[in-house]
């Protein structure tokens, strides 16, 4: 057990629809990263948040949005959903993003998103 | 951002030693080594990492080259339940981290 929690386990939805996927980080945690694999894909980085504040852009869709709230919690928001958004999604947290700094990252159990 | 190169798949015998290469040329000198390994679908799961000496800890060890341009992680006695994907990464100070496609080991009885 990581200590990162994510919810829920299991979507499913239709396409156009807008879900919302939410990320604890471990406790002490400042940084909440955002990933997406799809099916027999490896780990596309989308997005990471510093303590609040949005820290680094991957290949985030514009139709993607993500936020980080006051007691650290992230929500990855995904809207006018489309059959490719199927795939799984981690939430993973560090310690830290100071320069220079080791960023050692961990994951939840992700959550498992299917677009019909 | 730093890539990495790292062969597709892998085979080691049950109780053996899993050495697991890793290319990374365009390392900068503030940015670390991480390992990492994905069993199945479950969430990535941390290894090790370093900057510049080789590490070891109760899972693996890390060698980095003196270059800093490759890395080798050492399974030293792997059981079939180290079957998994693993990914060799550098992490920038930027927070990008890329993950690329891994190496599938297989470990057979």
């Known amino acids: 057990d990581s200590g990162v929690t994510q919810t829920p386990k299991h979507l499913i939805t239709a396409t156009g629809q807008r879900v919302t996927l939410r990320c604890s980080p471990r406790?002490?945690?400042?940084?909440v990263y955002w990933y997406q694999q799809s099916l027999d894909q490896g780990l596309q980085f989308l997005i990471q948040?510093?303590?609040?504040?949005?820290?680094a852009k991957g290949n985030i869709l514009e139709r993607f949005s993500a936020q980080q709230f006051p007691d650290l919690h992230s929500e990855l928001n995904l809207s006018s959903l489309e059959l490719g958004d199927s795939a799984l999604y981690f939430c993973?947290?560090?310690?830290?993003?100071?320069?220079?700094?080791?960023?050692?990252?961990?994951f939840g159990p992700g959550t498992r998103l299917l677009v019909l | 951002d730093a890539k990495t190169t790292q062969p597709p798949s892998m085979d080691c015998a049950e109780g053996r030693a899993a050495n697991l290469p890793c290319n990374h040329s365009?390392?900068?000198?503030?940015?670390?080594v991480y390992w990492y390994r994905q069993i199945h679908s479950q969430g990535p799961q941390y290894i090790i990492h370093?900057?510049?000496n080789n590490e070891t800890n109760e899972m693996a060890s890390l060698i980095i080259t003196e270059d800093r341009k490759s890395s080798t992680l050492i399974l030293p006695h792997a059981t079939l339940r180290d079957t998994a994907v693993y990914y060799c990464?550098?992490?920038?100070?930027?927070?990008?981290?890329?993950f690329g496609d891994g190496t599938t080991l297989t470990v057979k009885p």
């Open positions: 990464i550098v992490n920038t100070n930027a927070g990008k981290s890329t």
């Open positions: 993973a947290s560090s310690v830290d993003a100071g320069a220079g700094l080791d960023e050692t990252q961990y």
């Open positions: 365009t390392i900068s000198g503030n940015e670390y």
């Open positions: 406790s002490g945690d400042l940084s």
């Open positions: 370093g900057l510049k």
């Open positions: 948040y510093y303590n609040g504040e949005e820290r």
